[in-house]
């Protein structure tokens, strides 16, 4: 099948014909090539200090307590951080979007300062247990257990 492109055509319909086809396959290789993936595996999640922001309590997402202080520092194989009032260490394991902690191992301090610290350490390392899958979205860490969101991190 021939271009309907003829000499008794003015020059902008011959333009038409040749130049917009062209132009779409530009725009869809520049789309390709300039293509952003923002997948969990190609988002560099160690060696950042993560603050929590939010975590799940009775089936819905609340602010971490201020001033609590409660960290996550993911290292190689090496989950630390703080929990609000115990520091704590422990292992994880990376497989694409999964991710998972072993059991950790904590000091023992007693402390509820600022108030609500010590409930929220203990739900804190709870759900850090049940813990199988992460994303990065709007530079912040989102860990999930079994799709939804419990844990909510940023580096502010």
């Excluded at 049940?130 to 989102?142: A, G, I, P």
């Amino acid at each position: 099948m021939a271009l309907p492109l003829t000499d008794d055509q003015p020059w902008w319909q011959r333009l038409l014909w040749v130049g917009l086809p062209l132009l779409a396959i530009a725009a869809v290789v520049f789309l390709v090539l300039n293509r952003q993936d923002d997948s969990a595996s190609d988002v560099e999640i160690e060696g950042v200090e993560w603050q929590l922001a939010e975590l799940q309590s009775n089936g819905a997402l609340q602010p971490a307590v201020a001033g609590s202080g409660t960290t996550l520092l993911l290292d190689g194989t090496t989950a630390s951080g703080s929990g609000g009032c115990n520091s704590f260490n422990g292992a994880y394991d990376r497989d694409g979007s999964s991710l998972t902690f072993s059991p950790f191992a904590t000091t023992l301090a007693f402390c509820d300062d600022p108030p609500g610290t010590g409930d929220q350490e203990s739900l804190y390392f709870a759900l850090l247990a049940d813990v199988d899958e992460y994303s990065v979205v709007n530079d912040q860490l989102v860990l999930t257990s079994d799709g939804a969101t419990v844990l909510l991190f940023s580096t502010e």
